[in-house]
Each structure stands twice: as C-alpha cells, then as structure tokens.
C-alpha cells in the first residue's frame, strides 16, 4: 500500500507550490467538480493550452506539472470527464472545471477494486493529524 | 468598474503560482465549498499554520500569498466561514475546507449591492474568451 496515497496519517506535501513555481510553469489551480452530484474531484493545474483544448474537445484537458505535458483526463485510465462548463473566479487567477465523469477519477482504488469517484476520499479526524477513510 | 474582477473579457493571469513559488511560500491549494449546497466558492492557499488554527478555531483560516500573513477569513467583511470537515486528496498536496457561510463569500457585489456569495460568478461562454455573468 502507498502509505501516502492511501494510509491514515497526514503528510502534506507543502512544497509542491514552490516546485511548479520554481520550474517556471505558468499554469493557474483547476478544480475539478462534479456537474450533477457537486462533488469537488480533485484539483490540478492548466496552462493556456490545455484551457483551449478543453474548450474545444469539452473535455478536461490540464497541464501535469510533474510530467511537464498535457494531461488529456481519461486517455490511458479511460476516466474521461466530459465537460459542461469552465468558469472563473474574481481575480481571474483560477478555474473551475464542471464535468460529467464517464467512470471513475481517482486513481487510488476503493475496497472493491474499482477507481474512487473523487480524490478527496479522506477526511481529517482533528488537530491530532488523523485520516478518516470514506468510500 | 474592475475590469479584471468584474469585466466580460477572460484576462487570466498565469503568473500567479510561479510568483508564489519565487517567494518560497510553503503553502497548498484549499477549495472552499458550501456543505449544503455544493457551491464551490473560491480557491485560497494555506500552510501548517493556517490549517492548525482553522481546526482549532473551527472557521476557516487561509495564508494570504500577497500580504503573506494568516488570513482569518472575515475578520474585516464580518463574511465569517463556519468549518465543518477538511478534506485532503490522495497526493496529500491540496485542501478541502467543507465550509457553512455566514453571510456573502466574494469581495465582489452583485447589482443589489450585496457581496456575492461564490467567486465564479462567471462563465466563459466559449474559446473567444468572452465571459457570462450569473449571479
């Protein structure tokens, strides 16, 4: 088991901010949401580029910070996420993706060896740094 | 008027990760989201610090990256967010704050002068970078 992935101790990773910066990236926070349950997916990460092609193929496309590539949501998992809207906040300095998921998204897997529906599947017990698991 | 903040025209601004990277700000993406109605409401950053005191003060707390001081979110709007579970996604490098607002949520006003209750009020209408106001 990926301790980090999916154990019950609390380990974030603060630096990932510093990393895309520091790599030069000019990409702005995605998040993720699902149009019909409301569910928030997970958050990544779009350039120019990947916003133009998720308008034009409407489906989620980001940037992947860690491969330096686009992302094309779904295209090895088959866990596409059709798009319904992209709006913006205020400030202009992130996205909200509203998508249809054609299966699941996370690529942890729950107890019955499917894919989860969302990546927020932990909930934090308290101050004390504990992971509560829900499917 | 702000154009930015509440014009018609996609302005994004892409350089807003790497001018937190530059700072060496220890910090992760939070999504705000409305418990009862789903409402994605806006994205904020916070490090151990903001999180720590958004668990024990039970409201939610956030690192402001431009005045690089905790955020205490409506201590000067009265726009208190009252928490109610945090989330953390399978990477462990961003935040889901499940929050129950007091009152408005967005510094921007709509046209009945009241502050708006998320900040994607905004949709973008299509790859001309036109943007549509909901309210």
Known sequence: MNELEEGTALRLDFGKLRAIGERGADVIPVVLQHVDSGEVLFVAYANEKA???TLATKRAV???TSRNE???KGDTSGDVLDLVEVRVNCEQNSLLYRVRPRGGVCHTR???GHT???CYYRRLTGPDGGLAVEE
């Open 70 to 72: 686009l992302w094309r």
């Open 62 to 64: 980001l940037w992947s």
């Open 110 to 112: 729950n107890v019955e």
């Open 116 to 118: 989860r529906r969302r």
């Open 51 to 53: 916003l133009a092609e």
